[in-house]
């Protein structure tokens, strides 16, 4: 039997912006081992993983945070990653924009704005937007904006981080490659977002010098044909 699932609705995408994430996490188990003779404890994997959760505020609250940290402000605490974000002058645009669209649209339907809460502002938006009798080219357009909203966030409050691997390429065998007429090392490089839960099945490893790309796993799996062989 074959499943579907639905394509996201608009609500979908304000929940994406607006409702805390719960992230999944998963952490080695350390157990205390004492040495009889000299009492000395030390901590040791136990090889065992214990799988939980950790959640984060959330997208527009961090969005807003960062707004504050860019502009000289601080969030209450300041311990938090999300706390610490800084934009740069692009992204802080770009985010101050989407503060004042959120604000402009609450207008449009007469619903309440508050400048220090852009999550209650949109929730309070899409609630009195329903009354209007919305048509669906109206939410897709919206909707089209808000996906933009997402992206934008994730891209700037978590950023790919980039890895070199001193590795030479299991396809075309380079362990060099050239740009703008200068030399490199390491060709190959994977990369991920480390807080994305599935971050190895989402990242992404690329050879610079014949730019075959490959998911995580099967770059490793491809060098460690390429070890295996070579012994």
């Not at 607006?18 to 952490?27: E, I, W």
């Not at 919305?134 to 978590?158: H, I, M, N």
């Not at 807080?195 to 796993?217: H, K, P, S, T, Y």
Request: charged share 25%.
């Amino acid at each position: 039997m074959t499943t579907t699932t639905a394509p996201p609705t608009l609500l979908d995408v304000v929940d994406d912006l607006t409702l805390p994430k719960h992230n999944p996490v998963t952490q080695d188990v350390m157990i205390e081992v004492t040495d009889t003779e000299t009492q000395a404890v030390t901590v040791r994997a136990s090889g065992r993983t214990r799988k939980g959760f950790v959640t984060l505020p959330p997208l527009l609250t961090q969005l807003q945070d960062a707004i504050r940290s860019s502009i000289g402000g601080t969030a209450s605490g300041a311990s938090l990653a999300h706390e610490r974000s800084v934009l740069d002058a692009d992204a802080l645009q770009k985010a101050m924009i989407i503060a004042s669209t959120i604000g402009d649209w609450c207008r449009l339907v007469d619903a309440h704005h508050d400048r220090a809460d852009m999550c209650a502002s949109l929730r309070g938006w899409y609630t009195k937007r329903l009354a209007t009798n919305p048509t669906q080219a109206e939410d897709d357009f919206y909707q089209g904006q808000l996906r933009g909203w997402v992206s934008f966030v994730w891209a700037k409050l978590d950023p790919v981080r980039e890895r070199e691997l001193p590795d030479a390429c299991p396809t075309c065998g380079a362990a060099e490659w050239w740009r703008d007429g200068e030399r490199y090392h390491h060709p190959l490089v994977i990369k991920y977002r480390p807080n994305d839960a599935d971050m190895i099945e989402r990242g992404r490893a690329l050879c610079r010098a014949c730019e075959q790309v490959w998911g995580i796993r099967e770059l490793a799996y491809a060098l460690e044909q390429g070890q295996a062989e070579a012994l």
